[in-house]
């Protein structure tokens, strides 16, 4: 049990846990029959473990390096070996369940992992460290469409967003690190562009995030402008947090929280994911 804590420890559990949940609103916006938005969900939860468990085992020797013992690797409470078993394992079951729900549900999940899985393997060292979050996050919203029984890509809209917001996570989620980052010899985008830059550039892909829900989202009423409205104070908080406090995980936070109220809008405009 004290391997198995460890090891969701080592996930990045934060992360995970939402890009699940986001995995299931979008399940419901494509109008997933249970069954299918069970295997869904069940697949994204651990493509996610696969990918944060990698990032720390990977990131192991930098992370003692500069001192994170917040890190269950760092710490000694899990091998090294236990967590690439672990890390490769879990996506062996993800693409196995993205299986169960066609070849397109799968090949589109592979490319996701194998993209984020490109980040943590040295691309976030590099000027195109942005380019696995635009692949990975503008994908993602395909995997609840690739997986009803009539498959197909989500709307040009919900990629456009998703890949915004893909941007806006990598930038606010670097951000903490870039000093540490740069003792361990790891320089990628935010790094080169530097924190002001690089803040302004992640609201305005909440910025661009929202508005293409707003447009694409097919919703009539007053309703589609309250869920813009809560996404774009969201948008003005992460800039005035940066600003009072410096980056932070908050900043981090505030992006996913925008990432679930576009789902959640989303969801209220049934049909329009496709």
Not at 73 to 81: A, D, F, P, Q, T
Not at 126 to 143: A, D, E, I, K, N
Not at 188 to 206: E, M, T, Y
């Amino acid at each position: 049990m004290r391997a198995i804590r460890a090891l969701w420890g080592a996930s990045h559990p934060g992360p995970s846990v939402v890009v699940t949940a986001l995995a299931l609103a979008l399940g419901l916006a494509a109008g997933l029959e249970p069954w299918r938005l069970a295997v869904l969900v069940a697949s994204v939860l651990f493509g996610q473990l696969s990918i944060g468990i990698s990032n720390d085992a990977i990131d192991r020797e930098r992370d003692r390096a500069v001192g994170r013992t917040d890190k269950p690797l760092v710490r000694g409470e899990v091998s090294n070996r236990a967590a690439w078993i672990a890390a490769g394992g879990s996506a062996v079951i993800a693409l196995a369940l993205s299986a169960v729900l066609g070849w397109g549900m799968l090949l589109a999940h592979a490319v996701t992992i194998a993209s984020a899985w490109s980040y943590n393997l040295g691309l976030k060292s590099t000027p195109v460290s942005v380019v696995p979050f635009l692949v990975s996050f503008g994908l993602f919203p395909s995997l609840a469409t690739l997986s009803s029984p009539d498959p197909t890509l989500a709307a040009p809209f919900a990629a456009v967003a998703g890949a915004a917001l893909g941007a806006a996570v990598h930038l606010t989620n670097v951000l903490p690190d870039l000093d540490d980052d740069r003792d361990t010899g790891v320089r990628g985008l935010p790094h080169r562009l530097g924190a002001p830059v690089s803040i302004i550039i992640a609201v305005a892909g909440i910025v661009v995030a929202a508005i293409a829900v707003l447009i694409g989202g097919r919703s009539e009423g007053v309703l589609p402008w309250l869920f813009f409205g809560v996404v774009l104070v969201l948008a003005v908080a992460v800039v005035v947090r940066m600003r009072l406090r410096g980056p932070d995980r908050t900043g981090f936070r505030l992006v996913m929280a925008a990432a679930l109220v576009l789902a959640a809008q989303l969801v209220v405009a049934a049909g329009s994911l496709r």
